[in-house]
């Protein structure tokens, strides 16, 4: 059965500095992996998402890296800002035996961004 | 842009009763999905389908089950609604897959906080 961690599982930091967000899943056999933003009450945003065959995706200041082999992924925030303060959540597209699955998520990182 | 919307943003029921989420997204997708996220298990996959009258079980299905009659439309029934199912339903719709494409990525609705009572 498909596990995703999420480590750390909250992050407090001061305005400007970069921070590293990091998401493992026990089964390499996935299709995609995505980053979400979700403010609280919210629905999900949806930041990055990583194919199976890709190494990385960036938009702005964000950059999302995946190793499928080893189960990793990271999400980088450069230069973060008040605005950034949201949980992040990893999710991994499963796959099964008729194809393409639901998503199973990480818990989430709780990231706030002092001032 | 992608939009899903869904009917309420809050919900009050009583336990027992017959209980109807509503999901419409407006992209022409064939994929649509329901989750409950809780505080400490995260978000959990109810169940989901690949085209109308299609569906699949996810993770956690008892107590819950849905209808596609419209493409553009999938609805999460509560049979008979039990304080165990207070959470918040987040519904998503994604593409199919097409060969050589890639796996396209899912989107959101607001989500819908349901209190039973």
């Known amino acids: 059965k498909q596990e995703v961690t999420q480590i750390p599982a909250a992050l407090s930091v001061p305005e400007g500095e970069n921070l590293v967000l990091n998401c493992s899943f026990t089964?390499?056999?996935?299709?995609?992996l995505q980053w979400f933003r979700q403010d609280p009450g919210k629905g999900l945003t949806s930041l990055l998402l990583?194919?199976?065959?890709?190494r990385e995706q960036t938009s702005g200041r964000l950059n999302a890296s995946l190793d499928k082999s080893s189960g990793r992924s990271t999400l980088y925030i450069a230069a973060s800002q008040p605005g950034d303060s949201a949980t992040y959540l990893c999710?991994?597209?499963?796959?099964?035996?008729?194809?393409?699955?639901?998503?199973?998520f990480g818990k989430g990182t709780h990231l706030i961004i002092q001032p | 842009d992608v939009k899903v919307t869904q009917s309420s943003r809050y919900l009050v029921k009583r336990t027992g009763e017959k209980v109807f989420l509503e999901c419409v997204q407006d992209?022409?997708?064939?994929?649509m999905f329901w989750y409950r996220q809780d505080p400490g298990l995260g978000l959990r996959l109810i169940y989901f389908?690949?085209?109308?009258?299609?569906?699949e079980k996810g993770d956690i299905p008892e107590g819950y089950s849905v209808s596609r009659e419209k493409k553009e439309r999938f609805s999460l029934i509560l049979e008979s609604a039990s304080t165990n199912q207070t959470s918040m339903y987040l519904c998503?719709?994604?593409?199919?897959?097409?060969?050589?494409?890639?796996?396209?990525?899912?989107?959101f609705g607001p989500g819908t906080r349901l209190t039973v009572t």
């Open positions: 998503a719709s994604s593409l199919v897959m097409t060969g050589g494409g890639g796996d396209p990525e899912q989107y």
């Open positions: 089964d390499s056999a996935i299709y995609n």
């Open positions: 990583i194919q199976s065959s890709q």
């Open positions: 999710a991994v597209r499963r796959y099964s035996g008729g194809g393409a699955d639901g998503l199973t």
């Open positions: 992209m022409d997708h064939e994929n």
């Open positions: 389908s690949y085209d109308v009258k299609m569906k």
